[in-house]
């Protein structure tokens, strides 16, 4: 049994994502490679390296995996899978966009968002929206996943494995890279932060947004989430969006600010360990599945809670 | 050109999936079913690109860019009222391939090659995923076994010279890509606001035409991969407790061990 995992990374550096998902890989038993596909990306082949626990890095280099198209990593993924009898990857939108073109390359029915590994086969996955857990066996001689980071605890650090250099697949492919505009955060990352502060449509607008959650944010170096509603409002970039189909998160702290609480959100934020809900509505849905609800306008509540938490030292 | 816009029928967005007792899978019995979102956004998409978007301000979309739609489903019998609804937003003509069985998303990647195959479009747009399954899958894989460039996730979409250029929503924010037509395009949430069909279109709705198909037209073997296990209903969480002020939020948080 050897199972490869497609490590989610930036070039510069590797996400705590890959991270988790070796620790998946290690679930399913026998030997866990990983794959750093990207360009001039040492850096995070190096970070790999260092996981506890993997045998081999694989460390594919050049122009065409800069930005880890779906074309030429599905040119590189599918054949190096003739030595694995599984291969991973983080249900992140780098690892959503890719695997399915690996799987279909194989003719391997692909298991998506897993969050539950119950042997080499067999895999636990949310269905609507997170209201029923499916459990699959598969018949395919290989397994292609993509993994719900957030479902992992994170493999540790201490390894020191090998790194292999492969060559990249130099094409011609059919898309090309144009430009990028990625948001450049003090804050941690959404989906590995442990305390994270998100906002609804009750906020109103853009302005709004940002000026009641940043000052909250900064006080818990908390990441800052959205409910689709205040994204779809323009209230908060895309990226923001936690839910069936944005984000899915779990960390220590959930605050949640006039969030009523739709199904589709809750998908993708009811395992963080604890919930706070403010909202003047009582009858909202997101109390239904909080720790701490508070029935309030955040207008006064957060900047009253803003003081508590500075008188109490935070 | 000619696009495929394949349509899902799937439980409504705002009903709440039962588990059936005995864990072979869920209810949908007497559950009011509708299109996928995502694919309603693909199917105004393909409208826009078709007939423009005289309403909306400076618009990149320009009539007659697209000159025919082609709405696919494939499903039951009553998938036929899902691309009824895509025929009454605008698309000229339906294909319903029938399959009792849930098929799961290589099968309908192998179907959709086969009707692209007889197609010919130059385009197909599809949603990113179903709501009932959530997959995220069945473009990718269209995309691998046609070969074709793909641009998943899409919150933009301009069609040039034989050319698409894609805005895409990724974790990190937005990116762009050039793909080269014929093309994979999946829709994300912000590409557009779906129509309502007027009364007017779906009565026009009822006399385009819809093909009749099976997986067996297209030589697919639509046996399941994957055999259920159980489907189960997910861990309660605990919880509906109240705090009546700030202070006493603070104080719960503290013992709680998160601040």
Redesign the interface.
């Known amino acids: 049994m050897a199972v490869l995992v497609v490590a989610e990374h930036d070039n510069a550096s590797l996400k705590d994502a890959t991270h988790k998902v070796v620790s998946a890989a290690q679930k399913m038993g026998g030997d866990v490679d990983v794959l750093v596909a990207g360009h001039n990306a040492g850096a995070a082949a190096q970070a790999a390296a260092k996981i506890a626990g993997v045998r081999k890095v694989l460390h594919a280099d050049g122009a065409s995996l800069d930005h880890q198209i779906a074309e030429p990593m599905q040119a590189l993924i599918a054949p190096l899978t003739a030595g694995y009898d599984a291969v991973l990857f983080a249900a992140t939108t780098t690892g959503k966009n890719v695997a399915p073109r690996v799987a279909a390359k194989l003719d391997v029915m692909q298991i998506s968002g897993v969050t539950g590994i119950e042997g080499a086969d067999t895999f636990v996955r949310p269905i609507y929206a997170g209201n029923a857990m499916l459990t699959v066996k598969s018949r395919d001689p290989k397994k292609v996943l993509t993994v719900q980071p957030t479902a992992f605890a994170a493999a540790g650090e201490g390894g020191s494995a090998s790194i292999e250099t492969i060559p990249a697949p130099d094409g011609p492919f059919k898309s090309a890279f144009e430009r990028e505009e990625i948001v450049k955060l003090d804050r941690p990352e959404l989906t590995g932060a442990k305390r994270v502060v998100s906002g609804g449509r009750a906020l109103g607008s853009a302005e709004e947004f940002h000026r009641v959650l940043e000052p909250l944010a900064d006080k818990l170096g908390a990441a800052i989430g959205a409910s689709r509603a205040a994204v779809d409002a323009g209230y908060a970039p895309n990226d923001y969006q936690v839910g069936q189909t944005g984000k899915v998160v779990a960390p220590e702290l959930y605050v949640a600010i006039g969030i009523s609480g739709a199904i589709q959100h809750l998908a993708g934020m009811k395992d963080s360990k604890v919930i706070v809900a403010i909202n003047k509505d009582e009858e909202a849905p997101i109390f239904q599945i909080a720790d701490f609800g508070l029935v309030a306008d955040y207008k006064t509540a957060v900047p009253e809670l803003l003081a508590a938490l500075e008188k109490a030292g935070v | 050109m000619k696009v495929l816009v394949p349509v899902k029928r799937v439980?409504d967005y705002n009903l709440?999936?039962r588990?059936k007792p005995d864990g072979s899978g869920?209810d949908l019995s007497n559950l009011k079913m509708s299109m996928n979102p995502?694919d309603e956004i693909a199917v105004e998409e393909a409208v826009r690109h078709k007939e423009g978007a005289p309403n909306l301000p400076n618009s990149h979309y320009k009539a007659g860019a697209v000159t025919e739609i082609v709405a696919v489903s494939i499903g039951p019998e009553q998938a036929q009222e899902t691309i009824r609804t895509a025929l009454a937003m605008g698309a000229d003509r339906g294909v319903l391939v029938k399959a009792d069985a849930d098929l799961?998303?290589?099968a309908v990647?192998k179907i959709l090659k086969g009707i692209v195959e007889a197609e010919q479009p130059q385009l197909v747009i599809l949603g990113?995923?179903a709501?009932?399954?959530?997959?995220?899958?069945?473009?990718?894989?269209?995309?691998?076994?046609l070969d074709?460039?793909?641009?998943?996730?899409a919150?933009k979409l301009e069609l040039t010279n034989g050319r698409a250029?894609v805005t895409?929503?990724?974790?990190?924010?937005?990116?762009?890509?050039?793909?080269?037509l014929p093309?994979i395009v999946t829709t994300?949430?912000?590409l557009n606001e779906p129509r309502y069909a007027s009364l007017p279109n779906i009565m026009k709705a009822k006399k385009k035409p819809i093909d009749m198909k099976t997986p067996a037209d297209y030589g697919v073997d639509a046996a399941?991969?994957?055999?259920?296990?159980?489907?189960?209903?997910?861990p309660k969480?605990q919880?509906?407790?109240?705090?009546?002020?700030?202070?006493e939020?603070?104080a719960?948080?503290?013992a709680?061990g998160?601040?």
Not at chain 2, 239 to 247: E, F, H, Q
């Open positions: 439980l709440k999936v588990v869920v995502f799961e998303p290589l990647a990113k995923q709501i009932d399954d959530d997959s995220n899958q069945t473009g990718q894989m269209l995309a691998a076994l074709w460039p793909q641009a998943t996730f919150s250029s895409r929503e990724v974790d990190g924010g937005l990116q762009t890509l050039a793909v080269e093309a994300d949430l912000r399941p991969r994957l055999a259920v296990v159980k489907v189960a209903e997910p969480r919880g509906g407790a109240k705090v009546k002020t700030v202070d939020l603070v719960g948080l503290k709680a998160v601040i």
